[in-house]
């Protein structure tokens, strides 16, 4: 049996993709203190690919030369997550300068928990979702993908049953807290399909979209899978 509420936020993606190629010419020293807000224990020095990882804030970030992300865990609620994020990629504006965007997408990952054990997950799925046959029978597991659309913005969504094993060794970065064993796993990427400048209230709009709709594409998930 499924419970009710709403999925919870388990990690967000926001990538953005340039243009053009960014120069990176100011050392990550800069950015990891404007990051973290204290110095470097050690001598860093700069490269072309900068990646920074935060413990205790449950976040990586990468800037490349064709892109740049930040990847977040253990998220209370989206106004946090949004926050985080643009904060971030504001500082990289700051010290670093973002060009012209290809792509903006952000990535999340939802799950509810379920009493019900896997292998009736799987059941619930087949039955409910792709109907019968020999093939579908045979399966031990599955996903199923959606490709949607969000006025001009790309949307592929992915769900399935999941367990906390599969969660932690294919997605997660850090050690979860509190997760449920089996859950209905949805993981909804939201992407922009044409040239965008970058600004913090463009970015700060984007995700709070992208969440949004993820979150009513989630719900129509369990509602589905209730019935």
Known sequence: ?????????????????????LKL????????????????????????????????????????AKRCWVDLEEIPNPGYCVQIITSIFKKIDDLIGIPLLARVGVRSMRIEPSEEEFRELVARYKRIMLGTSEL????????????LTDDDRKVTLITGPMELTQLKRDFLLFEPVGLPNTFIFADMDYATTSETKYSPKFLSDFITRGLSYAEEQSEKVLSTLRS
Not at 1 to 21: D, H, N, P, W, Y
Not at 136 to 147: I, K, M, P, Q
């Open 1 to 21: 049996m499924l419970q009710g509420g709403c999925m919870k936020v388990v990690k967000a993606i926001t990538e953005l993709r340039f243009s053009g190629t």
């Open 25 to 64: 010419l100011k050392p990550f020293e800069e950015l990891y203190v404007a990051i973290t807000g204290e110095e470097p224990k050690d001598k860093l020095q700069p490269t072309p690919a900068l990646g920074l990882q935060v413990k205790e804030k449950r976040l990586r970030i990468g800037v490349e």
């Open 136 to 147: 579908f029978e045979r399966a031990v597991d599955l996903g199923v993908v959606l490709n």
